[in-house]
């Protein structure tokens, strides 16, 4: 099985926290390594997946770890873990968060709302007044903010979150972005380590699939160069930004297949089968998710039960 994580660091006491499920703590990560190396998983890159999953012979189970986005504590908290059990895993920064050139929406979305009392917002039709005093109303407004996203001009949507950010509150959305995701020099040192491999994940963390054929082909070879450029190889994998069937189809698991990856993973969530070798740019990955960090749901996720009827 592929895992899905993002952050690794402290429990939040926040009753507002609309990112909780991104987020899981070190405690519960060293318990699900060793739960997954107790049940006789074989951690392994994820780049050498197709080839281990082809050879029918080999009856073993694989485990796999991968890291979305490039957050500072991947490299300050999570990577030691692994170290301690010589466990691989992959980062699939998002390069333009890397340079400080794209800021990452859901972030900025969740600090303004729990700075204010009330936004007013444009959602496409016409301006709205939303009461963001309680906890309830705060997250009703967050979900409305996603919505606009998922069904908006994505780029455009993100601008008008960043300014409202901004003007309203007074909020830095590139101050978030420094605070919480690896610089080219953190992002270079960790590649150093053997046991992490750094994969493509776009620049501008846009929904691949609602985008011209022109863009998708920018942000997968832009990220390639850029990339290359940092860490000083160019990656064998690739993560779809958000990766639901919604932000994957046909045409780019095609597409990175074309530009030359060797796996490229989703975030609809399956347990490996050795048919996913002949579709090696659309295996399936399951979320560690913050909101169940209890060792008896990673058991049920390696039991493979939940999926049976997938």
């Given at each position: 099985m592929v895992f899905t994580l993002h952050h690794v660091g402290p429990n939040q006491t926040d009753k507002f926290q609309p990112n909780s499920i991104l987020s899981v703590t070190p405690e519960f990560l060293t318990e699900t390594i060793q739960t997954v190396l107790g049940a006789g998983l074989v951690p392994v890159h994820l780049h050498d997946l197709p080839a281990l999953l082809a050879d029918r012979s080999d009856k073993r189970k694989f485990v796999v770890f991968t890291f979305d986005d490039g957050y500072r504590n991947n490299a300050e908290i999570a990577a030691p873990i692994f170290r301690k059990f010589g466990v691989p895993f992959t980062v699939f920064p998002t390069m333009g968060f890397v340079a400080r050139t794209h800021t990452i929406w859901w972030e900025t979305a969740e600090a303004l709302l729990k700075k204010t009392p009330q936004i007013e917002f444009n959602f496409g039709s016409r301006m709205e007044t939303l009461r963001t005093e309680t906890v309830t109303q705060k997250y009703a407004a967050f979900d409305r903010l996603a919505a606009f996203v998922r069904t908006f001009n994505e780029d455009e949507a993100v601008r008008q979150i960043d300014e409202l950010a901004v003007t309203q509150c007074g909020i830095d959305p590139l101050a978030i972005v420094d605070e919480l995701v690896m610089d080219h020099?953190?992002?270079?040192?960790?590649?150093?380590?053997?046991?992490?491999?750094?994969?493509?994940?776009?620049i501008a963390h846009v929904n691949l699939r609602r985008v011209n054929e022109e863009r998708l082909v920018h942000e997968?070879?832009?990220?390639?160069?850029?990339?290359?450029?940092?860490?000083?190889?160019?990656?064998?994998?690739?993560?779809?930004?958000?990766?639901?069937?919604?932000?994957?189809?046909?045409?780019?698991?095609?597409?990175?297949?074309?530009?030359?990856?060797?796996?490229?993973?989703?975030?609809?969530?399956a347990v490996l089968r050795s048919s996913d070798a002949l579709?090696?740019?659309?295996?399936?990955?399951?979320?560690?998710?913050?909101?169940?960090?209890?060792?008896?749901?990673?058991?049920?996720?390696?039991?493979?039960?939940?999926?049976?009827?997938?």
């Open positions: 020099a953190q992002l270079q040192a960790l590649a150093n380590d053997p046991l992490v491999q750094i994969g493509g994940h776009t997968i070879d832009s990220s390639i160069s850029a990339i290359d450029r940092c860490v000083g190889y160019r990656p064998k994998s690739f993560s779809y930004p958000y990766g639901w069937c919604s932000a994957v189809s046909e045409r780019e698991i095609e597409m990175t297949a074309k530009a030359g990856f060797q796996v490229a993973v989703t975030t609809q969530p579709r090696p740019t659309a295996i399936k990955r399951i979320s560690l998710n913050g909101n169940f960090q209890k060792q008896r749901y990673v058991q049920a996720l390696i039991s493979g039960l939940a999926f049976m009827f997938l």
